[in-house]
């Protein structure tokens, strides 16, 4: 690789729901580029982010939702998203915690991986959990696992001090086959700004809410206006829920859930548009929850 020149390509990152796809992308960024939580299975949608590297290499990343065994009709809908994120990738991320069980999950994980033809890493992930020795033994266990798997590179990460992201970008580089950028490079997120406010009034929720509601809740913006003589964007906001009892517990006594929820998530929101914003909230349960869901996607 020529390395006067600029060279770009896309990366997926691959693995379970909680295996810190989201963190490392918010670490290589070292900002906030998609939302964490302290739960599995936060990110629904395959998230698009562009990183320049050393300004000569622009990866664009898609985050996606963990790959899991099937069974209900929305794990199907983020199975589709991950064989979508996946096509004409240069590379493939497959991260794996150290607190993998090695379960059915997994299983389900080595069989996906079996069908790829893309080049592929192995990212250990939370490896700050496990002392060098414990590394050693744990990193065989996942190649003799997943020995049908021929990883071109195998690293330790730890998003917590950063450990290897940058050994791991400056890997990745010879692994980038397109000789130009196929985007600005101020461009960072390619989601809407809809999308992206959606996203963080998300996090709150699940921030806020620890219970399963976050899971059964889907974020629409409804509408945005500017409001001139305030100088200030008025959004509308629809949180569609599964079920009527769970709209009670969303609110809250005397509507504490709902008025933390909407304070938090305003002062994201105009950190992240640097504008002063009106945000009102509407909760509603919906019988098309799933139908809702696939709009979005």
Known sequence: MDKNNEFSGFVTLIGEPNAGKSTLINTIFKKKIVITSFKAQTT?????????????????FIDTPGVHKGGSKENELMGKEVNKAIKDVDLIYFLC??????????????????????????????????????????????????????????????CVNELNTDHLLETSTAYLKNPFFF?????????????????????????????????????LVDLIKKNEE???????????????????????????????????????????LGQKVYLQLHVKPTKHWISNFLSIN
């Open 44 to 60: 629904r949608n395959f998230i698009r982010c562009v990183f320049v590297y050393k300004n000569k290499f622009q990866f664009i």
């Open 230 to 272: 305030k100088n200030m964007l008025i959004i509308y906001v629809s949180i569609l829920l599964k079920k009527n009892s769970q709209k009670i517990i969303f609110i809250g006594k005397n509507g504490e859930n709902i008025k933390k929820i909407g304070m938090i998530s305003r002062q994201k929101i105009e950190n992240l």
């Open 183 to 219: 985007y600005e490079k101020e461009q960072e997120v390619l989601t809407s700004s809809n999308f992206q406010i959606s996203e963080l009034i998300r996090e709150t929720i699940f921030e806020h809410l620890r219970c399963e509601i976050p899971y059964d809740s889907i974020v």
């Open 97 to 158: 915690p150290c607190n993998c069980k090695f379960d059915e999950r997994t299983t389900n994980i080595l069989n996906f991986l079996k069908k790829l033809k893309n080049d592929i890493f192995l990212l250990i992930t939370k490896s700050d959990l496990l002392k060098e020795p414990e590394l050693l033994i744990f990193k065989n266990k996942v190649l003799s696992f997943f020995k049908e798997i021929n990883f071109k590179e195998v690293f330790f990460i730890s």
